[in-house]
């Protein structure tokens, strides 16, 4: 399998080249050249498979086993040794929780995928590779838990100044070796825009061995496909139908999962996608030019996307055609006040306990349900612990949110982030005196 850039003018490269580079050279975004399909028999709903078992199967359609030290099923039983729970909380309500990995959030599954490759991966490039990540959130916790202490790589996360929860925060500043934390006086969108600018910038190519962990990195999409084909396979076990999917959506790279998983022959009624108050895509799926804006701060901050990444790669699956993505994709924007109406509305009639964004997930979705006069069940994904925006989730239900002990123990550790400006000159300038000429 080879992988082509989004932009159309850079040569077709490997997975292992493509996670590598993260950024293709033509300042693309890398895709496999055909979306493979899975045999009708995967979808057998009577056939038992493990998430392992689908990540494995999965991953071979686009890795050479012999490509990584040990092979992919030793690299899938180490990078997902966690569950994906699909629960029922109401007769039409299913929450696919993707937050029992380390971090507590669904990024956990791309951010250890790609260490445990980048760990195995037999690079031409023997100099030590500098990962570079910006932030609205949960990405920087799961990519420093997932590369901390792995040999050869050093990691940069940007995250905006003021604008992520405490215990994201930490979850960045706390681990100290390998992991350093640039702390962006800006927005999201400052912190992404630094990171492009870094693997644009030919001089500091030639001093840095630079590659990303972002959404932006098609190895941190794949993996992300798995979760959808096993609880697509569940909720027809579990009901009967084909699944509703409504994805809270930031940089729209779960969003782009979803809809490669869907290519490969997943069974899916709709594709909702849920945001905030930045709702550029929404207002694209209505009609209107795609316009990329400033992001606005909101409690649900790690969707707090002004100028989403990933929206080239969901025209290039349906290859540029806007009206078809449009007919294929539901999208609306919700505000603080109803996200904080749904997480107490559904805690008073179920007793679950949701986060922000996935409060955003159950709204998009019984929208959608109105507007269509529909009754079939769907499943929205819960992409982190109610626990890391206890601030707001705490004021809702009127009472505390348990933290899971591998959350709260770096709590109380000494926290260490570089401030600086959203300036690319100052920031290159960090880079090189953090990481030297690696």
Known sequence: MKFISTAG???????????????????????????????????????????????????????????????IDELIDEAINFDAPLIQIREDLFILELFHGPTLAFKDF??????????????????????????????????????YNVPGVKVGLLFPKGKVSDIQRKQMT?????ITAFEVDGVFDDCQRLV??????????????????????????????FYYLYAARRFKQMTGADPIFSVPS????????????????????KFIAGTNSNDVVPKFLEGKDYSPASSVQTISNAMD????????????LFDGDEQLLRTFLYGDSF???????????????????????????????????????????????????????????????????????????????????????????EFSSALLDSFGTT
């Open 9 to 71: 003018s850079s040569d077709p490269v490997s997975f292992i080249k493509a996670a590598e580079t993260g950024l293709a050279p033509d300042g693309g975004l890398y895709m496999p050249e055909h979306i493979p399909t899975l045999p009708a028999s995967f979808f057998d709903e009577s056939k038992e498979l493990t998430l392992q078992e689908i990540a494995k199967e999965v991953t071979s359609l686009f890795l050479n086993s012999n490509d990584v030290k040990g092979g």
């Open 110 to 147: 791309g951010a250890r995928f790609m260490a445990q490759l980048f760990s195995r991966a037999g690079f031409s490039d023997e100099r030590e590779l500098v990962i570079l990540v910006a932030t609205s959130g949960d990405t920087g916790g799961a990519v420093a838990n997932g590369f």
């Open 174 to 178: 706390t681990l100290g070796k390998n």
């Open 196 to 225: 492009k600018q870094a693997f644009s910038d030919k001089k500091l190519n030639q001093k840095l061995r630079l590659s990303s962990a972002n959404s932006i990195n098609i190895a941190r999409l794949i993996p992300q496909t």
């Open 250 to 269: 930031g940089n729209f790279g779960n969003l782009t999962a979803g809809l490669m998983a869907e290519k490969m022959g997943m069974p899916v009624k």
């Open 305 to 316: 996307v002004g100028n989403p990444s990933n929206f080239e790669r969901m025209l290039h």
């Open 335 to 425: 505000s603080d006040e109803e996200t904080r109406n749904t997480i107490r509305n559904v805690f008073e009639m179920s007793g679950y306990i949701m986060d922000p964004h996935t409060a955003i997930g159950v709204l998009a979705l019984e929208k959608y349900k109105q507007l269509n006069f529909s009754h079939d069940p769907g499943i929205v994904l819960a992409t982190a612990h109610a626990s890391k925006f206890r601030s707001v989730v705490e004021g809702e239900i009127n009472g505390p949110v348990q933290v899971p002990e591998r959350l709260a123990t770096c709590l109380d550790k000494e926290e260490k982030s570089l401030p600086i400006s959203s300036s690319y000159e």
